[in-house]
Nanobody, 115 residues
Framework: QVQLVESGGGSVQPGGSLRLSCAAS????????MSWLRQAPGKGLEWISY????????SYAASVKGRFTISRDNAKNTLFLQMNRLKFEDSAFYYC????????RGQGTQVTVSS
């Protein structure tokens, strides 16, 4: 069955960096476009980044553009999100999903930006 396992979250100070990973199995990852989503406490699910199956095209929400970078390793069935210059408002649970989502997605990984 489809399995998406996000990891790499943690607590970081404003201005810091984290790299999230999403291990995918149960489907042909190399043929699938993927996205990262996030959900902050008390807020709805927000799409933040997308990448085509071959990694040639990416797109970002305005809130993260220029700070986050999505990438993938099709040989390892893994999706990544490099997050730089983190802000308080980036605190959320982060999820990976097919296409633009919102389903399926894993259990998420929590990112907390605090001083």
């Amino acid at each position: 069955q489809v399995q998406l396992v996000e990891s790499g979250g943690g607590s970081v100070q404003p201005g810091g960096s984290l790299r999230l990973s999403c291990a995918a199995s149960g489907f042909t990852f190399g043929n699938s476009s993927m996205s990262w989503l996030r959900q902050a406490p008390g807020k709805g699910l927000e799409w933040i980044s997308y990448i085509t199956s071959d990694g040639s095209t990416t797109s970002y929400a305005a809130s993260v553009k220029g700070r986050f970078t999505i990438s993938r390793d099709n040989a390892k069935n893994t999706l990544f999100l490099q997050m730089n210059r983190l802000k308080f408002e980036d605190s959320a649970f982060y999820y990976c999903t097919y296409g633009f989502g919102p389903a399926p997605r894993g259990q998420g990984t929590q990112v907390t930006v605090s001083s």
